[in-house]
């Protein structure tokens, strides 16, 4: 580290109180404004450490973001905590070496566009190179909100998006995406827009759900490297008795993290080594079982499509719908008609 490295710490479970810390913005004009939206702090910088704009938003209560738009002057060290909060990164410029332990670091390049998620009191160092620029946004949430986004628990989800939402509580997930052309400009109007005060706030609101949400159905399309696990007698004996269980309670299954525990296994292993013994994911089996019931409810009885999507655990009609037509080929209302 140089000699004349800068050293800040920053937690974005407290972002409003650490603001005044980070790079002493006291010398430099600042802007605040509050509105239903939220809040921003921008300031602006022309100093020895750096020149251009860096911008903080607290958006909702599981919401947040960073918008840097400067120039490095002097090498620069963030030490920081992400807690529970998972890091939607999009870049444009961006040259920083992230530490995530002793013996494993990743080179962040631009353009492109990650998902960050560290353990919850892991300090993770992140290292600015003079003489570099960042031009990026940083959106920082909580897994509830994708929740809330998808309308899916996290357990749900697609394996890729499953994997990187609960990673926090086992290791680090670090994944870099290339940024599709809608992408790329998604995050130009995000990172360069002229409005101002609380017409800003109400914006970037808006920029930033719209990015979340595409960068959501962009990894929706993807499928996570198979990662192969060795499994013993014990742990093989392990995921059949997890096996059993979903089998037997998949209209209200355990969530990998209480199954893992019940059968005696890691999480990492019982939701890797599960694929493999069976072929498919575990929030696979569950989704097949429901639909499966749903299937037989609606060829058997006179329940209505509501209310038979209720019963196997989908809060929304036209989800069901879609999964339903997915799997075999016809509506609800034809398998109705069909029966």
């Not at 400067?70 to 961006?94: A, P, V």
């Not at 060795?230 to 969530?255: C, G, V, Y």
């Not at 019982?270 to 069976?278: D, N």
């Not at 989704?287 to 299937?295: I, R």
Request: glycine share 2%.
């Amino acid at each position: 580290m140089s000699q004349n490295t800068v050293i800040n710490r920053f937690e974005w479970s407290n972002i409003n109180s650490v603001i005044t810390q980070l790079f002493d913005p006291h010398r430099d004009s600042q802007w605040r404004f509050t509105s239903d939206f939220g809040s921003a702090d921008i300031y602006q910088f022309a100093n020895d450490i750096l020149s251009g704009r860096i911008e903080f938003y607290q958006l909702k209560s599981d919401l947040c973001l960073i918008v840097m738009d400067c120039e490095w002057h002097q090498d620069q060290t963030i030490i920081l905590r992400d807690y529970d909060w998972i890091r939607f990164n999009f870049s444009l410029s961006i040259n920083v070496d992230m530490s995530i332990s002793q013996d494993s670091s990743i080179q962040a390049l631009s353009p492109s566009w990650r998902i960050i998620n560290n353990p919850p009191h892991a300090e993770i160092a992140e290292e600015l190179k003079q003489d570099t620029k960042s031009i990026w946004a940083t959106l920082c949430c909580k897994p509830s909100l994708i929740e809330e986004i998808t309308n899916l628990n996290i357990d749900n989800m697609p394996e890729l998006l499953q994997a990187a939402l609960n990673a926090y509580s086992i290791d680090s997930f670090h994944r870099f995406f290339h940024f599709s052309q809608e992408l790329n400009k998604m995050t130009n109007d995000l990172i360069h827009n002229e409005l101002k005060g609380p017409m800003r706030i109400a914006l970037m609101k808006a920029k930033c759900l719209e990015i979340l949400c595409k960068s959501i159905n962009e990894i929706q399309k993807l499928r996570l490297q198979e990662r192969h696990v060795k499994l013993n007698e014990f742990d093989q004996a392990a995921i059949k008795r997890a096996h059993s269980i979903l089998l037997e309670h998949f209209q209200s299954p355990p969530t990998v993290a209480e199954l893992a525990k019940d059968v005696g296994v890691n999480r990492n292993k019982l939701f890797y080594g599960f694929k493999e013994v069976y072929g498919l994911g575990i929030s696979d089996l569950v989704q097949d079982k429901k639909l499966e019931l749903g299937y037989q409810m609606l060829s058997q009885s006179n329940i209505s499509i509501q209310e038979v999507a209720n019963l196997v655990g989908f809060k929304y009609q036209c989800n069901f719908s879609t999964a339903i037509k997915k799997k075999f080929g016809c509506s609800p209302s034809q398998i109705r008609a069909n029966t």
